[in-house]
């Protein structure tokens, strides 16, 4: 579900799992016994429900802030979550070149981009911020790819084949540079890129630190 109806989800399912409990535990204040019991139950459910972004396969915490591999809820596809944000997604059964999910579809902005590219010679690529790997899935033979991530996590993530196959099934090497990119790309060669990605934010404006 999605827009009004995972609001209205999220509600009912917030209300019968930890609501509920909640109100018994608070009617039993006064009896030890039976407000321990109504805690635990609270507790309980809290670690039952599974989130809006389904079952928790991986998490690691860092620095950067806390690193989620899920399932969804059907048991279709893998999500890579960093604090609230999506940063990707597979499908479950595409494991050889999978398709790319969310923005990243052929069909959305990036997929529109690689398709409006020349395609009369090898393409060389820089992509700030690696999410699962996804972008790779528009690398051609013979192109030149690199991804600049900061935070490690995310690097052995997007590695990770129990999840995410996209680095794994590229049709062209990629480098991943780990550190903060707008150091990094110093280092590089003027002129080394064709284009370069900015995909390491989530709000509507890019922030000024990666303008200059």
């Excluded at 399932?71 to 597979?90: A, C, F, I, M």
């Excluded at 699962?132 to 995310?154: L, N, Q, T």
């Excluded at 129990?162 to 790309?185: E, N």
Aim: positive net charge; contains cysteine.
């Amino acid at each position: 579900p999605t827009g009004a109806d995972a609001l209205v989800a999220r509600v009912v399912r917030g209300g019968l799992m930890a609501g509920v409990p909640a109100v018994a535990c608070f009617a039993l204040v006064r009896g030890r016994a039976r407000f321990a019991l109504g805690l635990a139950a609270v507790l309980l459910a809290g670690l039952l429900d599974p989130g809006p972004h389904g079952k928790t396969l991986l998490v690691e915490r860092n620095f950067f802030g806390t690193l989620r591999v899920t399932e969804s809820p059907d048991g279709r596809t893998v999500l890579l979550v960093h604090g609230t944000t999506r940063h990707g997604q597979q499908r479950v059964g595409e494991r050889d070149r999978p398709t790319p999910l969310m923005y990243y579809h052929p069909t959305g902005p990036v997929g529109r981009l690689f398709e409006k590219l020349p395609g009369d010679r090898p393409r060389r690529v820089a992509a700030v911020g690696l999410g699962c790997g996804a972008m790779a899935h528009y690398a051609r033979p013979g192109d030149s790819w690199a991804f600049f991530e900061i935070d490690p996590a995310v690097a052995r993530v997007a590695r990770d084949e129990r999840y995410f196959t996209f680095l794994s099934t590229c049709q062209a090497p990629v480098r991943v540079v780990l550190g903060d990119a707008r150091r990094q790309l110093l280092r590089e060669t003027d002129g080394a890129f064709d284009l370069i990605v900015l995909d390491a934010f989530s709000s509507d404006a890019i922030p000024t630190h990666l303008l200059t």
